[in-house]
T-cell receptor, first 116, second 115 residues
Framework: AQKVTQAQTEISVVEKEDVTLDCVYETRDTTYYLFWYKQPPSGELVFLIRRNSFDEQNEISGRYSWNFQKSTSSFNFTITASQVVDSAVYFCALSGLMDSNYQLIWGAGTKLIIKP | ETGVTQTPRHLVMGMTNKKSLKCEQHLGHNAMYWYKQSAKKPLELMFVYNFKEQTENNSVPSRFSPECPNSSHLFLHLHTLQPEDSALYLC??????????????FGPGTRLTVT
């Protein structure tokens, strides 16, 4: 069965520190997709990135970077020089054919608190 | 309006009331979704519509009744709810579902409280 684990329930750091949010997944699919979403206090889930299983290149977007490693079934998210506005709950999700018919399987989320 | 909008943003209803949640997407997408987000639980997918046809109903109680009159609008009709139904209800849309792996875009949600 497909599963997404975000072991860190809550992380608190001081502004300007770097922080990494972990995501570990399980799937039987050879073709699958991984996502990260941000949910600020306003409630709206904001799409951050999608990665397909054949593309293991790391991605950087400004202060955000993602490290996809199939060997360890991980898709970790790093925020460099964190800012207070980064405070939110971050969700990792998986989409594949088996078990879920491409529905998104969500992790429980990691609450990130950035202190000024 | 842009993106995905939801109304109302907050709703308090008694267990005997009937109410409806509305979702509208302005992205030209063909798939729409209802999710339930309860405290300390992963997001739960409730219903999926693709080109106005319901494709998924994840064992949702019949007191929740979805309606999708066109690809841009999605409703969730509520009746005789229970206090445990109190949650944030999120609507989302994507280009379609058949291709798989397409990102979903979410509305701000309706915070529902059942008294």
């Amino acid at each position: 069965a497909q599963k997404v684990t975000q072991a860190q329930t809550e992380i608190s750091v001081v502004e300007k520190e770097d922080v990494t949010l972990d995501c570990v997944y399980e799937t039987r699919d050879t073709t699958y997709y991984l996502f990260w979403y941000k949910q600020p206090p306003s409630g709206e889930l904001v799409f951050l990135i999608r990665r397909n299983s054949f593309d293991e290149q790391n991605e950087i977007s400004g202060r955000y970077s993602w490290n996809f490693q199939k060997s360890t079934s991980s898709f970790n998210f790093t925020i460099t020089a964190s800012q207070v506005v980064d405070s939110a709950v971050y969700f990792c999700a998986l989409s594949g054919l088996m078990d879920s018919n491409y529905q998104l399987i969500w992790g429980a989320g990691t609450k990130l608190i950035i202190k000024p | 309006e842009t993106g995905v909008t939801q109304t109302p943003r907050h709703l308090v209803m008694g267990m005997t009331n009937k109410k409806s949640l509305k979702c509208e997407q302005h992205l030209g997408h063909n798939a729409m979704y209802w999710y339930k987000q309860s405290a300390k639980k992963p997001l739960e997918l409730m219903f999926v519509y693709n080109f106005k046809e319901q494709t998924e109903n994840n064992s949702v109680p019949s007191r929740f009744s979805p309606e999708c009159p066109n690809s841009s609008h999605l409703f969730l009709h509520l009746h005789t709810l229970q206090p445990e139904d109190s949650a944030l209800y999120l609507c989302a849309s994507s280009q379609e579902i058949l291709a798989g792996g397409l990102e979903q875009y979410f509305g701000p949600g309706t915070r529902l409280t059942v008294t």
